[in-house]
């Protein structure tokens, strides 16, 4: 949550390293994973539809790391 964007192009792969993210409470396991993207005018918490953009993926929690080797395809949300 509020991972700062920084510098971005849309259709570009943008790596972040280190993110904080809280754990806390979370058992190891399999989970899916989801990144919003909160544009000017969009909802917070609830992305809205078609203004807001969401990528989905499964991943597997064995660490207090989190490493996501495949990066996430944004689509524009539409609910």
């Known amino acids: 949550m509020d991972v700062p964007l920084g510098n971005y192009t849309f259709g570009e792969v943008t ?3 280190n993110a904080d993210i809280n754990l806390l409470g979370v058992d190891y396991g399999d989970y ?4 919003n993207i909160y544009v000017a005018g969009g909802n917070y918490p609830i992305p809205t539809s078609g ?3 969401m990528g989905l993926q499964n991943i597997t929690i064995n660490s ?4 996501v080797e495949t990066p996430f395809e944004l689509e524009i949300l539409v609910y």
């Open 32 to 35: 899916a994973m989801a990144v």
């Open 15 to 17: 790596e972040y390293r």
């Open 51 to 53: 203004k807001d953009y």
């Open 64 to 67: 207090n790391t989190i490493a």
